[in-house]
């Protein structure tokens, strides 16, 4: 903006101004004034110089004040994001700037730290390619505040929001106190996968990535860059190259993909594939990791995901190929908490560094499971058994039966 200052012949308060003082100075030489007339001449001069230094300042203030405005109307936020819950049937068209290289939109909660956003540098043989619309953030650090009261991490909730928000007045939890970590698997199989999802935003809750979130956002982000058109017929395979779990366009986390706004997607992809608290020696995934594997992102994704066993060539498999009381090998393989365990106990021996406790879900045929070195937290909440938190700090475990819930002993993958 350009303010100019000059001054014009046709300047009206100049002139006034003028006037009045070399009507003052006749008069006063000249000595016909009386004491009267002076001081009203000299009041009509202080109003006139009033009049001068106001008026322009008032007017700079409206047109800043406008200005602001302008600016405020710009940055009004989303409602949904500012803990006002949306409707669960909301649907968004596909924005006009999405595009595969966005990122999420979910600012960062306080004290994490994206680590490694790309891709692994050493990938096991046996790793599977990554879908081009996974947006997967491999590890983030969780750095928790000195305010932080508890640290809870929930199992499984696959869309039993009812239960975990009974959970969470069960244990009394306070958003601005208390901290949330999901161990993945927010959606599919029960009722409200949305509204569970935004109660998680609404709560400021960190998360890993589950299989099934997975699922979720590759559809969605599918139909972000190509269009919901483009996902037809519902037979056809999405094509995202050799992964683990190929697509069809009419897989049964569609719907759930569909009803998602974008502040419920971009707080999706921004669950990392692990989550690491370095200061307690946790990390937090879904699935597992692979106890060869040196460093925490050199781990398959999909593995991290959906492991549960550890077959007979050592490789990570989602198949449960071991019983859920079997804690040794057995010719098919072993659970992969069993070997993680011997090696922490060999590393013990040897005196050397402490071993980092992995916080899991995924494995609900197991349910709770306590190890020295590993966590189980999935406890079946879906299929009518439990919903399980943990607090980090104290050590203490809370659950909620799932009465409402049928009773079931299947898993589907």
């Not at 016909?32 to 009049?51: D, G, H, N, P, W």
């Not at 106190?177 to 993945?184: E, M, R, S, W």
Request: hydrophobic share 35%; net charge negative.
């Amino acid at each position: 903006m350009t303010i100019t200052n000059n001054k014009t012949a046709q300047d009206p308060f100049a002139e006034s101004i003028e006037k009045a003082i070399v009507h003052l100075h006749h008069e006063h030489n000249s000595r016909y004034i009386s004491r009267k007339r002076l001081t009203l001449t000299l009041v009509v001069v202080f109003m006139i110089l009033s009049a001068a230094a106001v008026i322009p300042t008032a007017l700079y203030c409206t047109q800043r004040a406008r200005s602001g405005n302008d600016n405020n109307d710009a940055d009004l936020t989303d409602p949904v994001s500012s803990h006002t819950r949306a409707p669960i049937s909301a649907t968004h068209d596909k924005p006009a700037d999405a595009n595969k290289d966005a990122r999420p939109n979910t600012p960062a909660q306080p004290g994490l730290q994206i680590i490694n956003s790309t891709a692994y540098s050493h990938p096991p043989h046996y790793a599977h390619a990554v879908s081009p619309y996974s947006k997967l953030t491999y590890l983030a650090l969780y750095n928790p505040s000195p305010s932080d009261s508890r640290l809870f991490v929930m199992g499984d909730v696959h869309g039993c929001l009812q239960e975990m928000n009974d959970l969470l007045t069960q244990v009394r939890f306070q958003p601005a106190h208390d901290v949330l970590i999901l161990a993945g698997d927010m959606v599919f199989r029960g009722e409200d996968s949305i509204g569970v999802i935004r109660r998680a935003r609404e709560l400021g809750a960190l998360c890993v990535r589950g299989n099934h979130d997975d699922k979720v956002i590759r559809l969605k982000s599918y139909e972000y860059e190509h269009g919901a058109a483009a996902m037809m017929p519902e037979d056809n395979i999405m094509p995202e190259g050799n992964v683990g779990d190929p697509l069809k366009f009419g897989n049964k986390h569609a719907p759930i993909a569909r009803n998602l706004s974008r502040a419920d997607y971009d707080y999706l992809v921004s669950c990392p594939l692990m989550l690491e608290i370095p200061s307690l020696n946790v990390v937090v995934v879904h699935g597992g990791v692979d106890p060869a594997v040196e460093n925490l992102t050199d781990n398959d994704p999909w593995s991290v995901m959906n492991m549960r066993d550890m077959n007979k060539d050592n490789e990570p498999t989602k198949e449960k190929l071991v019983s859920k009381d079997v804690t040794e090998s057995v010719d098919d393989g072993q659970h992969w908490t069993t070997v993680y365990e011997k090696q922490a106990g060999v590393k013990e021996k040897n005196n050397s560094k402490s071993t980092t406790t992995v916080v899991y879900g995924h494995d609900a045929s197991r349910g709770l499971v306590f190890g020295n070195n590993t966590i189980g937290m999935d406890s079946g909440c879906v299929y009518g058994r439990k919903l399980s938190i943990y607090d980090i700090k104290s050590k203490q475990l809370n659950q909620l039966d799932c009465i409402n819930r049928k009773q079931s002993e299947a898993e589907e993958y």
